[in-house]
């Protein structure tokens, strides 16, 4: 050892004593930022957000800890996480008496941090029974061997995450919810009109701003598989598998087609409620999920497929996200004689 020691020493041409010295200061200097400066930053105050967890809610987190959810979620928002879908930098105030901590390192699943609110209860129990049925490319294990009474506490305790900003998006939701089950209930006519005059005029006299063409219905299609499908189904009547747990149930696609008179549009109202959802129904908004082109793929593909019915009366300015010419090809199975646009019709 001394050996070695003094090897190193004449190597750097120093003495023993300052190599010994140096190193020492190099790991005190080490464990003094990685381990004490954070230590000491950490208060032992509530922040602004928390509040004490619930009965249910505290049971929902040990089935959360049981289950090891946080070996795929982490609850925890550093600054260079920040983006779309990840909003709050926590503050170690959040995670005040909240023993053990669930902060996680994986990323497998979505962070949660801030999960209360962002979907209707009826949705979580639809997703905790098999993810794939709200949606359908997940990979997240299925929690149905939970039972009734588990997965309820685990919902409860999902629409905690994010303490008062949760009880605030949740108010929304349940205000919505009450208005959504009225509506229901008055049976499927009066629902759609309830459904529809809640999109913004300027939005419901809008036709589809994107071409119907043969390769933006074959987009949407894939669109609709890959997000949809579990709730509205594969013939868009909406008896998916996950109809079932949902209330209200998702509309039929197909009668939508007797609220359309001549010269109204169906574009921009599937437009607006795709991006923005239905809050306070299983509906989740997709503008995190999907750009611009293809919320208007998937509303062409539902317009064309289940409504029977296209409306693009708009030439898109610029040049479309995905172009397709004149000389692009079949894009189906079956192609047709092509023009550039209006191909489907
Ligand atoms: C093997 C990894 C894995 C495990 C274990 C897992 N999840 Fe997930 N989870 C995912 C993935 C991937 C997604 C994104 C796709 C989806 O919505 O299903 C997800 C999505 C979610 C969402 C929806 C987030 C949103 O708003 O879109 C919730 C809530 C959730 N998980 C809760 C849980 C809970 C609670 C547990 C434990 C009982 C759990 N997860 C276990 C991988 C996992
Ligand atoms: C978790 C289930 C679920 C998923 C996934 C889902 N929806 Fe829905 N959707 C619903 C429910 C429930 C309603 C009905 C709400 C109501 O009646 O108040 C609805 C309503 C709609 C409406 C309103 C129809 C109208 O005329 O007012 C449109 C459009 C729609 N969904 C499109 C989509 C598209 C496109 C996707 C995929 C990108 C999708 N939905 C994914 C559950 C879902």
Redesign the pocket.
Known sequence: MRAILSKIAAAFRSSEGIIVFGSLLVVFAATLATVYWPVLTIKDTPSNQWRPLTKLELEGRR??VA???T???SQYVRPQDWGIGAERIAKTGDYYRQSPHLLGSER???D?SQ?GG??SDDW?IA??IN?RW??P?????R?EF?GDRNIKA?VA??QSLGDKNADERMEIQKRFHKEAIAAYKKGPDENIRWLHARVPKTWRAMPTESPVTNSSVARGEKIYQDYCIGCHGPVGDGNGPAAKYLEPRPVNFTTLKRHLVEGKYIGGILYYQIMNGITGTAMPYFKKDLESAKIWDVGNYIEKNFINHTDDKYITEGIPASYEGKHAGPVTKKPTPESSRGEAR
Request: proline residues 10%.
């Open positions: 089935r959360y289950n090891g959810c070996y795929c979620h497998t699943g979505p949660l999960e962002e979907h979580h997703h905790f993810p709200t949606r490319r997940s990979l997240m294990p929690f939970e685990l305790y999902m």
